[in-house]
C-alpha cells in the first residue's frame, strides 16, 4: 500500500488566494483526518470525516477554511482567501473503524506571502 | 475530557545510554494510549500503542514503553539510544472510550541524541 498521499508537498502562495490542499486515504480506511501543525500552536486537530460525513469540524479555525469528502478515496481542504498566518504543515492522516492507529501522511508545507 | 501531558519540551541523552520520554494522561474509562514519532519535515509515523494486556509494550525501532495505571503514566523508553532516534515525539490518548477515532496529542518532546 502507497500510504496517505497529499498532494501538493509544498505550496507557496500570495495573501487573498484560494489554496486547495489533497488527500488520498489509505484505501479502505472509515475515517480521514485534517491536522495543522505550527510551532507555536503545535498539532491541531482541523476537521475529521467518518464515512465520508464530517464528524467534528470544532478545530476549523474559520470560515475561510472549509473541508470536503466526495469520496472513500479523495479529501479536500480549502482556504479561501489564504491569510500570512494560515502558514504552516497540514497533514491528513486515516484509519480503520475501531483500528485506534492513524496513520499520516507526509504533509503539505504552506507558505502564504 | 480526555487529555495527555508531556513534561519535557526536549530529552538529551548521549547514545548508548537508555533513553525515557515522558507522558502523563486523564482519562475517564480505560486508555488507549499511543506514541507516534516525527522525523524532520516527515508526517508523524506510528511507533506502538496500548489498548489492553501487558503493561509493557513493544513497538518499532526496539522501542517500549510502560503502562502505569496508578501513576496514569505511558512513558517511551529504549534500553540503547541512537543518533537516528533524535526527532520529536508525541503521546496520544483517543479521546471516546468506544467511539470515533479521535486522538488528542500531547505537545511533543524533542529527543536529541548525542554521539
Known amino acids: 500500500d502507497a500510504g496517505v498521499i497529499q498532494s501538493p508537498r509544498h505550496e507557496v502562495t500570495e495573501m487573498g488566494q484560494e489554496v486547495t490542499l489533497r488527500c488520498k486515504p489509505i484505501?479502505?480506511?472509515?475515517?480521514l483526518f485534517w491536522y495543522r501543525q505550527t510551532m507555536m500552536r503545535g498539532l491541531e486537530l482541523l476537521i475529521y470525516f467518518n464515512n465520508n460525513v464530517p464528524i467534528d469540524d470544532s478545530g476549523m479555525p474559520e470560515d475561510r477554511f472549509s473541508a470536503k469528502m466526495p469520496n472513500a478515496s479523495f479529501s479536500t481542504l480549502k482556504i479561501q482567501p489564504s491569510e500570512p498566518r494560515d502558514s504552516a504543515v497540514y497533514f491528513c492522516?486515516?484509519?480503520?473503524?475501531?483500528?485506534?492507529?492513524?496513520?499520516f501522511g507526509p504533509g503539505t508545507r504552506l507558505l502564504v506571502l | 475530557a480526555q487529555s495527555v501531558a508531556q513534561p519535557e519540551d526536549q530529552v538529551n541523552v548521549a547514545e548508548g545510554n537508555p533513553l525515557t520520554v515522558k507522558c502523563t494522561y486523564s482519562v475517564s474509562g480505560n486508555p488507549y494510549l499511543f506514541w507516534y514519532v516525527q522525523y524532520p519535515n516527515r508526517g508523524l509515523q506510528f511507533l506502538l500503542k496500548y489498548i489492553t494486556g501487558d503493561n509493557l509494550v513493544k513497538g518499532s525501532y526496539g522501542f517500549e514503553a510502560e503502562f502505569n495505571k496508578s501513576q496514569t503514566s505511558f512513558h517511551l523508553k529504549k534500553p540503547s539510544a541512537l543518533v537516528s532516534d533524535s526527532a520529536l515525539y508525541f503521546c496520544?490518548?483517543?479521546?471516546?472510550?468506544?467511539?470515533?477515532?479521535?486522538?488528542?496529542f500531547g505537545a511533543g518532546t524533542r529527543l536529541a541524541v548525542h554521539p
Open positions: 484505501s479502505g480506511h472509515d475515517y
Open positions: 492522516a486515516s484509519s480503520f473503524l475501531r483500528g485506534e492507529t492513524q496513520y
Open positions: 496520544a490518548v483517543r479521546d471516546t472510550p468506544g467511539g470515533y477515532n479521535k486522538l488528542i
